[in-house]
C-alpha cells in the first residue's frame, strides 16, 4: 500500500525560509537606510547608484518644490529611478528575484524618508572621515544581507550583478566603477572638492565589506593526486561528493595514475581535505577559483 505524501512535511521548511528571507531584507533595507540618511547623505557624500544620484538631485531642487522645500525626498526619487531598474534585473537575473526586489527597494525607500524625517537631515557623526566609514561599513552589511536573502536593492548592485554575472570579474569591482560616475555628478552639484574623497573612501569600504562577506567565487575546483584513488573516490562518494575521474601519468617517471576532479562549495573544503588526508596523508590536493562560461539568459516573454 501506497503512503500519499504528506503537504505539510515541507511547509514548515518552507515557511521557515520565507520567514528568514523577509527578516532579511527588513534589516538589510533599514541598515541601508540608516546609513544614507544617517551617515552619508547629512554629510554631502555622494556613495554612487541610485542613491548617491538622489542625494546629489535633492541638493540641486532644494527650495525648488513647495511641497518639498528641502529637495527632493531621497527615498521617493529612488523607489521611481529603481522601476527601470527593477525590470533590468527581472530580465538579467532572473524572474524570481522581482517580487523580493520591489519589496527590497520599498522598503529601504520607505526606511531612509521615515529616519531622515526623524534624524531632520542630522548627521549621526558630524565626522565626515568617521561617517564615511560607518556609512560605508553599515551600508556593505544591508548590501549582504539582502544578497543573502537572493533579493538585490536594485540600483548599483543591480548593474553590478548583471556585469559580473558568468564573467571573471569581481562584484566590488564593478560596484566601485560604476558608482565613481555618480561621484563625479556629486562633484559637479556640491561644488567641493572634498566630496569625491569621502565619497569614494565610502564606497571602498563598502565594496570591500560586500567583498569579503560574499566572495565571487563560491565554488572551488579541487585536483587530487593519490595512489588510492579508489577508496577516496568511495569516500567521497559517501559523503555525497561527486567527481571525474582523470587520467594522466607523471612527467619524469611516466607513472600512470588517476586524479580526481571536484568542483564544491567552499564550506565543503574542510571536509573534504579532512577525508582525503585520513586515507592517504601523502596524497596532494590542488585548489583554484572555479568559474563558469556565461550561459544565454532567459527572457521574459
Known amino acids: ?26 534589516v538589510g533595507a533599514f541598515l541601508q537606510a540608516l546609513a544614507y540618511s544617517g551617515f552619508i547623505a547629512p554629510n554631502n557624500i555622494v556613495p554612487g547608484g541610485v542613491y548617491g544620484t538622489t542625494i546629489a538631485l535633492n541638493e540641486l531642487t532644494a527650495g525648488l518644490f513647495d511641497f518639498a522645500s528641502g529637495g ?28 523580493k526586489t520591489v519589496l527590497t527597494f520599498v522598503l529601504i525607500s520607505l526606511f531612509t524618508d521615515l529616519i531622515g524625517s526623524v534624524l531632520d537631515h542630522r548627521a549621526i557623526i558630524g565626522d565626515m572621515i568617521l561617517a564615511a566609514c560607518y556609512g560605508g561599513a553599515i551600508l556593505g552589511l544591508g548590501v549582504f544581507l539582502i544578497f543573502e536573502a ?23 569591482t564593478c560596484i566601485i566603477i560604476i558608482d565613481s560616475i555618480v561621484v563625479l555628478f556629486g562633484l559637479l552639484v556640491f561644488k567641493d572638492i572634498s566630496v569625491p574623497l569621502y565619497s569614494w573612501l565610502t564606497i571602498f569600504i ?3 565589506v ?16 593519490t595512489e588510492q584513488h579508489c577508496d577516496v573516490a568511495k569516500a567521497l562518494l559517501a559523503m555525497g561528493v561527486r567527481g571525474t575521474l582523470l587520467h594522466g601519468s607523471g612527467m619524469y617517471a611516466g607513472t600512470s595514475r588517476e586524479i580526481i576532479y571536484i568542483i564544491t562549495e567552499r564550506k565543503q573544503l574542510p571536509k573534504i581535505r579532512k577525508c582525503v588526508r585520513s586515507i592517504d596523508d601523502r596524497a596532494f590536493i590542488s585548489t583554484m577559483d572555479a568559474g563558469e562560461d556565461p550561459l544565454p539568459i532567459p527572457r521574459m516573454s
Do not use: C, W
Open 72 to 99: 527632493l525626498p531621497i527615498g521617493l526619487a529612488a523607489l521611481l529611478f529603481n522601476i527601470p531598474l527593477l525590470i533590468l534585473a527581472i530580465h538579467r537575473l532572473g524572474l524570481k528575484s522581482g517580487p
Open 210 to 225: 560586500v567583498d569579503f562577506l560574499s566572495p565571487e567565487n563560491p565554488k572551488k575546483a579541487l585536483f587530487i593526486v
Open 206 to 208: 563598502y565594496g570591500r
Open 150 to 172: 537572493g533579493s538585490t536593492s536594485a540600483g548599483t548592485d543591480v548593474l553590478g550583478r548583471v556585469i559580473s554575472k558568468g564573467r571573471n570579474i569581481r562584484l566590488s
Open 1 to 26: 500500500m501506497q503512503t500519499p505524501s504528506s503537504p505539510t512535511a515541507t511547509t514548515p521548511s518552507r515557511s521557515s525560509t520565507h520567514l528568514r528571507e523577509l527578516l532579511l531584507i527588513i
